[in-house]
């Protein structure tokens, strides 16, 4: 490797990136959960919070996103931005295995948009 190669490699960092609300599945009522759950895995009055999320997760290598998604916040390091991850997943623990309609939809809303977040390269070239 040489100097310059070696410089590049110093120089990427990493996005903690989150879709916003707006580009969660919706029905035409505009009922996020109801778009989900009627489409993809379950019957709704009795789906949980964990699998809310789960559909949210893309099991990809490559990470999903859009030019819209949110920065919530920039690491130089790609173990720093996942272990934000997990700090931002920690609350929704608790509340998995509740039905989703048993929770507000602002919390359902989080815990799909943080179940989505990805460690975006700042030299991504998708960010352009």
Not at 10 to 28: D, F, N, T
Not at 50 to 68: C, I, K, N, R, Y
Request: charged share 20%; aromatic share 8%; proline share 6%.
């Amino acid at each position: 490797m040489n100097l310059r190669h070696a410089a590049a490699l110093v120089l990427v960092g990493w996005y903690l990136m989150i879709p916003p609300a707006s580009e969660l599945p919706r029905s035409e009522n505009g009922s996020i959960t109801s778009a989900l759950f009627s489409s993809h895995c379950c019957y709704l009055p009795t789906a949980t919070v964990g699998q809310l999320m789960s559909l949210m997760t893309t099991g990809d290598e490559e990470p999903v996103f859009s030019a819209d998604w949110i920065t919530m916040a920039s690491f130089e390091k790609l173990d720093e931005c996942e272990a934000q991850i997990s700090r931002l997943l920690k609350p929704f623990d608790g509340i998995k295995e509740k039905k989703a309609s048993e929770v507000s939809p602002s919390i359902s809303q989080r815990a799909m948009r943080y179940a989505a977040a990805n460690c975006i390269a700042t030299d991504d070239p998708r960010l352009k």
